[in-house]
Each structure stands twice: as structure tokens, then as C-alpha cells.
């Protein structure tokens, strides 16, 4: 009885010390495989990493950047309490990142964007087309505002200013309202542009017409003309001019320091994006007819940069 149990214990015993070799032989070799592995990976991420050009992480440094701009301004860093965003600093932080995937389609946009140009005067002075408005983003610290061209709908007809005028279209399916919006752009340095946007939203129309203003930018003289003012600062129009649209015919005078803008609520908006904080004016004709007053103002404002005026302003002759 005794043999007859003996032989199974050591067959046994013979069977575990064979598997324990084996399996020691299975996890050392699945560690060599295990390194080779890893060995090929590492490898394979250092060529990507020599494949990918100059372009791409260019790319990649830049978002990180704006990234870490956004960490930076953002109100939850930190433990500070939250604060909401206004819609002028969310709309700033969209297009920034719309700045950084913007993909040119005109020659002008890629030297922009590759920095072969970096002076927007010299592209109004060799009077190229600008077709893109980031083009003016990236070159120009723009600030854009709404002009109240239109009034609210209301008991006894409404009448208070709106940045929306609404009409309609009558059809056969019904009446068809479309919204259209004038924008004024401008960096306060002497560029100033504006813009009129039409389409069936009032969002769609704001956009429009801040991208047709982005698109109108022109350079303007300043000057100190003022009679009673002998400093040197850029803060009123070197000289009298006059603008005219339809029947509304606007004067700009110069004005010395701290006089303030001395014109419409609507005009205001388009004299201080354009640098001008002082100035006195005089009006005639519809002036409630808002478009043709800012047009009025901006051909005066064009006329700032006529030669033939500025020979009439030294020699003391008339306009």
C-alpha cells in the first residue's frame, strides 16, 4: 500500500517542478517582450516627433499660450469667487482662438499671418483690397460698438433708439421682417471705419455689419488746431472740415483740451474710436436721419487728410 502511494506523490512532486520551470521561462520571456515593446514605442514617438514641422508646433505653442491666457484671466483660479464674463471678453477669447486656426485664402492674409507684413498704413498707402477682417484683427487693436439707427415697437409708437431697424416684406406667404445694424470700428489711434449689416436675425446682422466696418478702416490726420490751445497732442482735426450726405451737412471745428465732444449721442461713438476727444460741431439739415449723419461725419472725417486743405488752413484762407 505504501509504494502504491508513494509513486503518485512523486509524479506529482515531478509535475510541479516541471510547470514552475516553465512558467518561469514564460515570464521571462514575456519580459523581453514586454521591453522590446516598449523599446519600439519609444522609438516610434521620437521619429513623430522629428516628423512634425516647424508649422505644427509653432501651432501647438501658441494655443498653449492663449490657454494659459485664459487660465490666467479666468475668475475660478485659485479659490477666487466666480464672477460671470461680460460678452465683450468671451467674444475677445473666441477670436482669439478663431485667430490661431484662421486659414488665409488671400495673399495678403498669409503674409499677415506669416509676419511679412506688419505695418497696416503701408497696405492703405500701396491701396491693396483687404478681403479678410482678421487681417485687421492682427494688425489692429480694433474695438467695434453698435450705432442706435432704429426704435422699439410700443404703446403710443414706441420711439425709444434701438441698435435694430426692422422692416418688412410682404408676400404671399406673409410678411418677411429683416433687421439690419450699423457698426462703427476703430482702435482710438487715428483708424475708423463703419459698417451696415442686413440679414433675417439681429445676430447675424450685428456680425455683418462689424465685419463690413473692420473691412472700411481708414486712416484719419489729427492734430491740436485750437486758436486757444499750444499743446502738441493728436486730439482734435488739424483743421476745419465739412461733411455732407443727402440734405444733413455736418462742420467739425477744432476745440482745445477738455472741451469734450460737443456733437450728437450717436456721433460720439464714431469721434472717440477714432482717437478724437475734443471738437465742436455744427449741423443743418434731417439730422434725425441717423445714416446719413454718420455718413456726413465720416466724409468730413475723410477730409482730414486732403492736401489742398491743409495749404488753404496754413496760408489763413477759407474752406
Known amino acids: 500500500m505504501t509504494e502504491k502511494t508513494n509513486k503518485p506523490e512523486e509524479e506529482l512532486k515531478k509535475t510541479v ?10 515570464v521571462a520571456e514575456k519580459a523581453k517582450d514586454a521591453e522590446k515593446v516598449s523599446e519600439e514605442m519609444i522609438k516610434t514617438e521620437n521619429e513623430k516627433e522629428e516628423v512634425e514641422t516647424e508649422a505644427e508646433k509653432k501651432k501647438k505653442i501658441a494655443e498653449k499660450e492663449v490657454k494659459e491666457k485664459v487660465d490666467e484671466k479666468s475668475d475660478n483660479v485659485r479659490g477666487k469667487p466666480f464672477k460671470r464674463k461680460s ?11 478663431h485667430l490661431l486656426k484662421w486659414d488665409p485664402k488671400t495673399k495678403l492674409g498669409r503674409d499677415v499671418k506669416e509676419g511679412k507684413v506688419k505695418d497696416f498704413d503701408q497696405i492703405l498707402e500701396e491701396k491693396k483690397k483687404i478681403l479678410e ?26 420711439g425709444k433708439r434701438r441698435a435694430w431697424r426692422q422692416t418688412q416684406k410682404k408676400t404671399k406667404e406673409g410678411n418677411v421682417p429683416t433687421f439690419s445694424a450699423y457698426a462703427v470700428a476703430g482702435d482710438g489711434e487715428g483708424h475708423i471705419g463703419v459698417g451696415q449689416g442686413e440679414a433675417q436675425e439681429t445676430l447675424p446682422a450685428r456680425d455683418k455689419a462689424i465685419r463690413k466696418a473692420k473691412l472700411n478702416i481708414k486712416k484719419i490726420n489729427r492734430g491740436c488746431a485750437s486758436f486757444d490751445c499750444s499743446c502738441s497732442e493728436p486730439h482734435t482735426v488739424p483743421f476745419k472740415v465739412t461733411g455732407k450726405c443727402g440734405s444733413v451737412k455736418l462742420t467739425l471745428i477744432p476745440a482745445p483740451q477738455g472741451t469734450g465732444l460737443v456733437v450728437g449721442g450717436e456721433l460720439k461713438k464714431i469721434l472717440q474710436l477714432a482717437g478724437i476727444k475734443d471738437i465742436y460741431s455744427k449741423s443743418e439739415g434731417k439730422t434725425r436721419t441717423t445714416f446719413n449723419l454718420i455718413k456726413a461725419c465720416m466724409n468730413a472725417l475723410e477730409k482730414t487728410n486732403d492736401d489742398n486743405l491743409k495749404i488753404k488752413k496754413v496760408d489763413g484762407g477759407e474752406e
Open 17 to 26: 517542478e516541471a510547470q514552475g520551470t516553465v512558467s518561469e521561462k514564460a
Open 87 to 97: 460678452r465683450e471678453e468671451r467674444d475677445a477669447e473666441d477670436r482669439q482662438q
Open 133 to 158: 477682417d482678421e487681417v485687421i484683427d492682427l494688425l489692429l487693436n480694433v474695438k467695434s460698438d453698435l450705432i442706435s439707427v432704429g426704435q422699439s415697437k410700443g404703446k403710443f409708437g414706441g
